[in-house]
């Protein structure tokens, strides 16, 4: 492919790719952007689930919903009986409206963007920590919380 001959191509792997997006987002998050906290948090999510996929294990939201539906064998109303995919659905909900536009789309939102990236930022971290992928800043995300907001 062309190049504008700025810098070189680089080979880079997944789990380095969402590495460095996540330490992003919490960089983000900490200079109170959560917008762009989100989608590049949910990117890194994603990626860092496929990648514990790949190893025969559960991400953070497959570990939620096995959580969920052990809770159904005793209360089967929890989360309206949801099945998985609109569960899933659910809970990607605005990252997904933060990054695509449809035909029959709403031109405004309504979302509370700090929780948004505190829940995407979260997940990411656990699918990190579960892959055992050092965050460099993911102390300094949970210092913030503490002294913020006593999380």
Known sequence: MNTLGFEDDIK??????AKIQ????????LCG??????????????ILARLINQQGKPSVIEESFEAIQAARKKNASIMSGMPRNEIFNYWNTSRNILKHHGKTSDEFVTINLFDEAYWMILRGLTNAKNLEIHIRNQTDFENWLIININL
């Not at 880079?12 to 790719?17: A, D, F, G, Y």
């Not at 996540?22 to 998050?29: C, G, P, R, S, T």
């Open 22 to 29: 996540l330490v992003e987002a919490i960089n983000l998050f």
């Open 12 to 17: 880079i792997s997944k789990q380095e790719i």
């Open 33 to 46: 952007k959560y917008l762009c906290a989100i989608t590049l948090a949910g990117a890194a999510e994603e």
